[in-house]
């Protein structure tokens, strides 16, 4: 029955078209996320400069009477991840990255004795890793694509409390790292305790030239306390929006990948659908050649 | 004589402007810093905010903790939650002072849990730190 392959073809290129359609929407919605999102961690940047060049300053000060504020534990037994995806799909590999290295941490930690907790921020962690039988403390969820600092703070107040009552020895951050708009990285990096300015890119530039020596109100060992769950949601939400940004651009290109998907598909349907319909035509002149050849001969024997 | 002062928020600069004078708490005490003041870090205790701008009107900010550092000339001030005063819902403070104060009797009665009565009163502090802030 030739016409009704032709039928079904037909239906199938009209599905995929409106499939392209919602693809190519959420492609654009996408594309201008991106530019927000850039545009709220360009504006975020002065604040987290301003408490890094503190902290830059205070550490100097304390010296090596930071305590276990500053610097890497040399042998963290307890430690807890905060782990930043996205709240939906769609978005190619972005959540799969990050989840997998937490995976692997956690396993890790686990055949070395280190406790690990988790901390998570967006809906598609909890399910991942509790079906692969690992607990999530808490999570959070309703605004990985737009994260507020009052977001931020709240995410704060599950990390840094159990770190200052010496609960945890260390607390990580996994997230993935939006280092341009074509270079998105999974990065693994330390929250707290805080990282020592001397280490890699704590501060970008160093303390201005000055003379005399900085005043401290409260001494320097006192700010680093207060310094500390400041500094940590600042850092926390800088990583909210690194984060947003790169779930943004995976979206995208997801989104546009599943666009030029749909296009071919549309194309070589259409191709085969062509051909179902020439056979049938084809095969409807056989048949009427076909009878007026027999008529034909009817007429000529008689 | 005038310098910058720039009150800077993760979610916007608030403000950057020349001033002559900044009057703030910190944990100290009242500071005022003036020009060629020496370098200081300080952390800032929640509340009015007043900076004596160059043509010398005066901005009034309400500013809910951070720090300030003071260092060649100019003064930064980093604030987890800022705001000026002609931002400042004073409808809105009144009702959020309101309901702080009923949650706060509310969980007193019930004998609720430290944290809770601690959140309760940081809220109360906030609305009638905005007010002092929008009232003059």
Do not use: W
């Amino acid at each position: 029955m030739p016409g009704g392959q032709e039928r079904v073809l037909r239906r199938r290129i009209r599905s995929v078209r409106a499939t392209q359609k919602i693809t190519r929407a959420m492609e654009l919605i996408a594309t201008s996320q991106i530019a927000r999102a850039q545009g709220r961690l360009a504006v975020a940047a002065p604040y987290q400069r301003g408490l890094a060049g503190i902290l830059a300053e205070a550490a100097k000060d304390v010296g090596t009477h930071g305590g276990h504020l500053l610097g890497v534990p040399e042998d963290p037994r307890r430690v807890l991840v905060v782990l930043l995806v996205a709240d939906r799909g769609l978005c190619g590999g972005y959540n799969a990255n990050v989840l997998r290295t937490v995976e692997r941490l956690v396993r890790a930690n686990g055949s070395t004795g280190v406790e690990t907790r988790l901390v998570s921020v967006g809906r598609k962690a909890p399910s991942y890793l509790r079906f692969r039988g690992i607990q999530v403390d808490e999570s959070f969820i309703g605004f990985s694509d737009r994260p507020a600092f009052a977001d931020a703070r709240s995410v704060a107040a599950a990390a840094v409390p159990p770190f200052l009552a010496g609960d945890v020895d260390q607390v990580l951050l996994v997230s993935t790292r939006f280092l341009s708009a074509g270079s998105q990285v999974v990065e693994q990096r330390q929250l707290l305790p805080l990282p020592e300015p001397s280490g890699e890119g704590a501060t970008g530039e160093g303390p201005a030239p000055r003379e005399g020596y900085v005043e401290f109100e409260p001494e320097a060992r006192e700010l680093l306390g207060d310094l500390v769950p400041r500094y940590a949601e600042a850092a926390i939400f800088g990583a909210l929006l690194e984060a947003a940004a790169s779930e943004h651009t995976a979206r995208q290109r997801a989104m546009a990948a599943a666009t030029d998907n749909a296009e071919e598909l549309v194309k070589n349907l259409s191709r085969i659908m062509n051909r179902a319909r020439q056979d049938a035509i084809t095969t409807e002149i056989m048949e009427i050649v076909g009878g007026a050849e027999a008529l034909r001969r009817d007429v000529e024997s008689a | 004589m005038a310098f910058t002062a720039t009150v800077v928020t993760p979610e916007r600069i608030l403000v950057e402007a020349e001033v002559s004078a900044v009057n703030l708490r910190t944990a100290d005490g009242e500071a005022a810093f003036l020009p060629g003041h020496t370098p200081v870090i300080g952390s800032v205790v929640a509340g009015l905010v007043r900076l004596e701008q160059a043509d010398g009107t005066e901005l009034r900010l309400a500013v809910h903790g951070g720090f300030v550092h003071v260092e060649n000339d100019r003064v930064e001030l980093l604030a987890p939650v800022a705001e000026r005063s002609d931002e400042i819902d004073v409808a809105r403070a009144q009702r959020a002072a309101e309901a702080a104060e009923a949650r706060i009797a509310e969980l007193r009665g019930a004998e609720a849990g430290d944290r809770d009565l601690a959140d309760a009163e940081a809220a109360l502090r906030r609305a009638q730190d905005r007010l002092a802030v929008a009232g003059g």
